[in-house]
């Protein structure tokens, strides 16, 4: 029997400043993710956009203020997300920015198996209120999925934590705010950052934190595009230079797709109003078909 994958867009722009990244989920359908999937062999079902506010019906000052909205948008999401496992399908989670991991994650970990999830991505996303300098909710989420920060974001779906330190790792960090170090450090979670790729290999990290969740049933796997270099992904709100190279984050997804663990994907922050051309879009649809099992040969 074919494997479903269930394609959820998640237009949400209001976790960060910049706009733009509420059309990442039409970008990725613009560069023909569905006839893609389908040519890899999969059913695909579409369910279309999950709605939310428009920003500008919301409080100016934006950052906080926006979180009862995200609040409410993710605890649909979740409730998708607890879905799709249930319907045993493959969610695919096209963001949006990186909020919405508050109801993808929350989701796909309802059941209570043990769910590895690895954050790949330029910034560690461990923020709480009192250390944001920004106060932008995209900066919280892995935080909060942790039981850090508001009991909002925390308690969201189910009450307290969705993750355990021994369940994440992160892939490509090197963009980490002074009080968020501090905090990554003691939560105990596993942190590649890109100095570590470098020294070490991609291959070399990647089977490790493999070996590292190997306790896990399955794995979820969380996709900044901004963990790419901006040379390879332009068309992002927070670009950070010394990124994953193209071949790099391809390398990454084969091995993914090999452990045969990994269940479902968010891919967040694309914003094609930044971008060149659909790029970003373009090398992030290549990246799923990767996850999802193209190969050279």
């Known amino acids: ?62 950052g906080l203020a926006f979180l009862p909205a995200i609040v409410e948008a993710c605890q649909t999401i979740y409730n998708v997300g607890q879905q ?9 989670f096209l963001g949006g920015d990186h909020s919405i991991a508050l109801g993808t994650v929350g989701g796909v970990t309802h059941d209570q198996e043990t769910v590895g999830v690895i954050w790949v991505d330029a910034h560690a996303d461990f923020n ?43 892939i490509g960090i090197r963009d980490l705010d002074a ?49 790419l270099d901006p040379t390879e ?5 927070t670009p950070v230079p010394g990124g994953l190279s193209y071949r790099e984050a391809h390398l990454f997804m084969e091995m993914m797709a090999d452990s045969g663990l990994v269940k479902s994907v968010d891919m967040v922050e694309i914003n094609p109003i930044l971008d060149k051309r659909n790029q970003t879009a373009k090398v992030a649809l290549e990246l799923i078909a990767s996850l999802l099992g193209q190969s050279i040969l």
């Open 84 to 92: 799709a496992i249930a319907d045993d399908c493959f969610p695919i």
């Open 179 to 227: 009080e968020e170090r501090v905090t990554l450090k003691k939560s105990g979670a596993g942190v590649y950052t890109m100095s570590e790729i470098d020294t070490r290999g991609m291959a070399t990290v990647t089977a490790e934190a493999l070996r590292r969740l190997s306790h896990c049933t399955r794995l979820h796997i969380s996709f900044d595009m901004d963990s």
């Open 1 to 62: 029997m074919k494997k479903t994958v269930r394609i959820i867009g998640v237009p949400m722009d209001l976790g960060q400043a910049r706009r733009g990244v509420d059309m990442g989920p039409s970008a990725l359908r613009y560069a023909g993710l569905d006839d893609r999937l389908r040519r890899l062999g999969y059913v695909v079902e579409d369910f279309g956009n999950i709605n939310f506010p428009v920003r500008d019906t919301l409080p100016l000052e934006g």
């Open 128 to 170: 709480t209120p009192e250390t944001s300098p920004s106060g932008n909710i995209h900066g919280m989420p892995l935080a909060a999925l942790m039981g850090l920060g508001a009991s909002d974001m925390v308690n969201l779906g189910r009450p307290g934590p969705k993750l355990v330190s021994q369940n994440v790792m992160l």
């Open 233 to 237: 992904a332009p068309g992002v709100g």
